[in-house]
């Protein structure tokens, strides 16, 4: 299969700054795949996103989407291909109300207005937000926003979805609301997500992880290989998940575990196990 | 948090609430300009029925029309004053020095102080019937011939509706920095007027560094989503002339004409 996106020897550097923010990044993204990139705060991560939509150019390296190169005359067809969901969700309204908003970008595609109207429909559906749709945006909740955001983003049907540390900014309820709602659409759509991410929630649900380290890519896994490794999550800008951390202060403490755990359960009744032998 | 109204609106589903803003707006403009031609006690009773059924009509109470009329109340009675000890001529049955009162002064002082009510009453009209949205559409509908010189009307009126959207933002971001500021001891409200003024500076600052990171924020998004500036823009929001909107210009139409007749 043909890669959706693909990133050859992007090497990207800030004005002022001495080193490059990105360095010889290749990349390829299979359709329909959900790829999580992480790193420490400064890797690059989320230069790589602005990168790929064209909204930071890059020095040298060739970016392609969806079988287009990415150059000052396909710039504005490639962003109808891609949809970005921002960090802060009071920070990306446009419209004053939410039918408003998820209408914006339909606007600038100069969209009659009879099937603007069935497409807001369409998306507010999808996120669930058709109940709001006279509200005024900064009335709702961070969770309900960054559903209005995603409902703007699938309105321009996408082929790709970069969220952009689009979680890290809400409750846990809110964060497995989003990431249910962008599992959704993955599995319906075939939009392929991209997910810039601190979070272990959001790595989980990723096909593919890309490790980011001062502007290269570290290491390409997927998340078991992650996990299997969790002395290295910190450096990677990650708080393992509470299993790993147990399981591995137990082997620091000299309890040595019969294997390693994935799941609560799994090490629950290895502990058990343990005790009834002591 | 986000909740503040933004001027004075007040919802509500009265027949003013439901008129098309581009017509409540021009409607305000005729008002002001006709009240001028008003110069006699039929012409002022006229003026007032009609407002007075107006506000009748919003079903808002009268109380805030009268608030619309405090933060004024200093510059009406003085222009009263004025025109009142001033105003030469008639039998002045006080006097003193250069200041005289007569019959003719009272009335016209009376007549000041009625046009400034009844152009008081209509705007404050437009502002509680009309949100602050309508406002900005409306101001975008009515500059539009100045397309035609060029003048970015879809530009202005998209400041216009984005600008009023980020107020609250903004309103919590200045709680947030206030707060940050008391945190490291910072004191408002004490002290003289140069102290508090100066108070000012540790807010506006970190305001204005913020108000620049949302626009760069929002400028990306909005750029993300495609925006290439206002060509070639379809519109999601669509303002809708009823009739309703048609017999209200018809009825000022006609106040004019009932106007000129009983002006002296």
């Known amino acids: ?278 | 948090m986000g909740k503040m109204i933004i001027g004075r609106y007040l919802p509500g589903k009265s027949l003013i609430h439901q008129l098309d803003p581009r017509c409540k707006f021009i409607a305000t403009f005729i008002f002001v300009a006709i009240v001028f031609l008003a110069n006699n006690w039929q012409t002022y009773l006229a003026l007032t029925i009609f407002v007075l059924s107006a506000v009748l009509l919003s079903q808002v109470s009268l109380s805030f029309f009268i608030k619309g009329v405090r933060p004024m109340i200093f510059l009406i009675i003085f222009t009263v004053a004025l025109q009142m000890l001033f105003t030469p001529g008639g039998h002045p049955f006080w006097q003193w020095g250069i200041f005289s009162l007569s019959a003719l002064s009272i009335r016209n002082g009376l007549f000041i102080f009625m046009r400034f009510l009844l152009i008081i009453f209509i705007s404050t009209l437009l502002t509680i019937t009309t949100t602050p949205l309508q406002m900005a559409d409306a101001v975008g509908a009515i500059l539009k011939p100045l397309k035609i010189v060029h003048f970015p009307v879809e530009e202005v009126a998209l400041m216009l509706s984005i600008a009023l959207q980020f107020i609250p933002l903004l309103s919590d971001e200045t709680t947030k920095i206030m707060n940050a500021q008391r945190a490291r001891g910072v004191d408002f409200g004490d002290g003289s007027i140069l102290r508090q003024i100066k108070a000012i500076i540790p807010i506006l600052i970190p305001l204005f560094v913020s108000s620049f990171n949302i626009a760069y924020d929002l400028s990306i998004a909005m750029e993300s989503r495609g925006y290439q500036g206002s060509e070639n823009r379809s519109k999601y929001r669509q303002l809708k002339w009823h009739f309703q909107d048609s017999l209200v210009m018809l009825l000022f139409i006609v106040l004019t004409i009932i106007l000129i007749i009983l002006r002296s």
């Open chain 1, 1 to 278: 299969m043909n890669p959706i996106i693909s990133l050859k020897d992007v090497t990207f550097t800030y004005d002022n700054a001495n080193k490059s923010a990105l360095n010889k990044i290749n990349l390829t993204v299979k359709p329909q795949q959900w790829v999580a990139i992480v790193g420490l705060n400064g890797s690059g991560k989320s230069t790589l996103a602005k990168l790929i939509n064209g909204i930071l150019p890059a020095d040298s390296g060739t970016i392609t989407v969806a079988g287009e190169k990415l150059t000052e005359q396909s710039l504005w067809n490639i962003r109808r291909k891609i949809g970005i969901i921002f960090q802060n969700p009071d920070h990306q309204f446009v419209g004053a109300t939410v039918e408003d908003d998820v209408a914006f970008g339909l606007e600038n595609q100069n969209m009659p207005r009879k099937q603007m109207v069935q497409r807001v429909a369409w998306a507010l559906d999808q996120v669930q937000m058709s109940a709001f749709k006279n509200k005024a945006p900064q009335t709702l909740s961070g969770g309900q926003k960054q559903r209005v955001a995603i409902a703007g983003v699938i309105a321009l049907q996408p082929q790709i979805i970069i969220m952009d540390e689009s979680t890290s900014m809400l409750d846990p309820n809110g964060r497995r609301d989003i990431l249910k709602i962008i599992r959704k659409l993955q599995q319906q759509l075939g939009i392929t997500i991209l997910s810039i991410t601190h979070d272990l929630s959001e790595i989980v649900e990723a096909d593919q992880v890309v490790i980011l380290k001062r502007g290269i890519i570290e290491k390409t896994a997927t998340v078991a290989e992650i996990f299997a490794d969790p002395t290295r999550l910190t450096a990677w800008g990650l708080r393992p998940p509470f299993t790993q951390r147990l399981q591995l202060s137990l082997l620091q403490a000299g309890v040595l575990l019969t294997k390693k755990y994935q799941t609560k359960q799994g090490l629950a009744d290895e502990l058990w196990q343990l005790r009834s032998k002591m």
